[in-house]
Every structure is written in structure tokens, then in C-alpha cells.
């Protein structure tokens, strides 16, 4: 059985900083791309940022120059660093990861972290 935990999510004043943690556990073979998407009330599920598991990253251009996703192969984890964040940064965070497990490759997604961002 394969999850995604999510960590680090809370309220914070505009301007501040949150770092978002998803850790992947179970019976894992490999990892390839890793996400984090967020959806705001009364929106679409939107990409945030994105990296293979060479490290090349992509961005949403609402979030470059604030936001940093890395990831930690050994221990199947990725990260979101959240900078000069904004009240429109506010919505629900969702990671995901292509993981192959045993003969299984699949999405699988965590079960989201709310962010707040006061003005």
C-alpha cells in the first residue's frame, strides 16, 4: 500500500513563509516526477510546481521567484519552500507522485494540507 502524507500547511500573514512537506511510504520501487497542485474554493485543481527525479523543475508563473520545490530521493520525499507568500496563495495543497510499485505504475496523491494566507 503506497501514501503520500502531506505536512505543513497552516495560517500565516502575507508576506511570510511555509514550507509544505509529502512524504511517500509503502511498498515503493521507484519515483519518477513529483507535484504539488493546489485548488482554492470555487476553483480548478492548478499545478503549482513539478520536478523529475533528476531535479529539473517547472513552475506556475503565479509562483516563480517565491516558491522552491526540491525533493529528497533517498528518503521519497518533496518539499514546496513558500516565500513572500500572498492571499491569493490560499487554498488547499496537494502533492503527487508517479511511483511504481512492483508491477503497478500510477498517480498517487496526498490527502491536502490548507494553506491561509492573511492580508
Known amino acids: 500500500q503506497v501514501q503520500l502524507v502531506e505536512s505543513g500547511g497552516g495560517l500565516v500573514q502575507a508576506g511570510g513563509s511555509l514550507r509544505l512537506s509529502c512524504a511517500a511510504s509503502?511498498?515503493?520501487?521507484?519515483?519518477?516526477?513529483m507535484g504539488w497542485y493546489r485548488q482554492a474554493p470555487g476553483k480548478q485543481r492548478e499545478l503549482v510546481a513539478f520536478v523529475t527525479r533528476g531535479g529539473y523543475t517547472n513552475y506556475a508563473d503565479s509562483v516563480k521567484g517565491r516558491f522552491t520545490i526540491s525533493r529528497d530521493n533517498a528518503e521519497n520525499t518533496v518539499y514546496l519552500q513558500m516565500n513572500s507568500l500572498k492571499p491569493e496563495d490560499t487554498a488547499v495543497y496537494y502533492c503527487?507522485?508517479?511511483?511504481?510499485?512492483?508491477?503497478?505504475?500510477?498517480?498517487?496523491w496526498g490527502q491536502g494540507t490548507q494553506v491561509t494566507v492573511s492580508s
Open positions: 503527487n507522485a508517479d511511483i511504481r510499485s512492483g508491477l503497478l505504475q500510477r498517480l498517487y
Open positions: 509503502g511498498s515503493i520501487s521507484s519515483i519518477n516526477g
